[in-house]
């Protein structure tokens, strides 16, 4: 019997920052600085398809640099710890305030039941925006396309729950808003 060679090969990690967006600890700001854009560096992009950096819109602020987010991440965590404290202080739990997946699937849906006028303020009048309330629809179906094998079940029969409500009430709003006026009281035609 013959021998298979075993080959190996080497992995290396060129991601620069970590899942938390901070900079990794291997990475240098200089390395940040001079990295190449992805397009530049990813083989299949032609590169009549990379913008030139000139034909950018000039008037989008440069990118900040690793340092600056770092500081500013820094500073938000700081933040939303002492924001946590007070929180604890008035007796309910911070976990409640924790953002899941669900509660912002739930933010959009509350969003797009107001655009639909459906609910409303307390003590305010419905107003009725289905623009607004399409594209809020729109953007829950982008989330369900893009997060597809990457839920868990409750997540993904909530995120379904949530887009046949949604579609079924702009249905019907709309058709509402397509009829004609319903004249009430006597006919005004037989005085």
Do not use: H, W
């Not at 991601?15 to 967006?21: A, K, M, P």
């Not at 913008?51 to 500013?72: F, I, N, Y």
């Not at 500073?75 to 409640?96: F, H, Q």
């Amino acid at each position: 019997m013959s021998e298979k060679k075993q080959e190996s090969f080497t992995v290396t990690d060129r991601r620069l920052f970590t899942s938390d967006g901070e900079l990794r600890q291997e990475v240098s700001e200089e390395e940040v600085s001079t990295s190449k854009p992805v397009a530049q560096v990813a083989p299949d992009v032609k590169p009549a398809d990379v913008p030139e950096p000139a034909s950018l819109d000039a008037s989008m602020p440069p990118s900040p640099t690793a340092k600056e987010q770092k500081e500013q991440a820094d500073a938000y965590r700081k933040s939303s710890k002492e924001l946590d404290a007070r929180v604890e202080l008035s007796g309910r739990s911070a976990k409640e305030m924790e953002m899941t997946f669900e509660r912002f699937l739930a933010s959009l849906y509350m969003s797009a039941m107001l655009q639909l006028g459906l609910m409303q303020e307390e003590g305010g009048q419905p107003r009725v925006d289905l623009l607004g309330a399409r594209q809020t629809i729109d953007t829950i179906s982008l989330l369900a396309e893009k997060t597809k094998g990457n839920l868990t079940p409750a997540e993904a029969n909530f995120l379904q729950n949530c887009l046949y409500e949604l579609r079924m009430a702009y249905v019907e709003v709309t058709n509402a808003l397509a009829r004609p006026p319903q004249t009430t009281g006597a006919n005004p035609a037989r005085r």
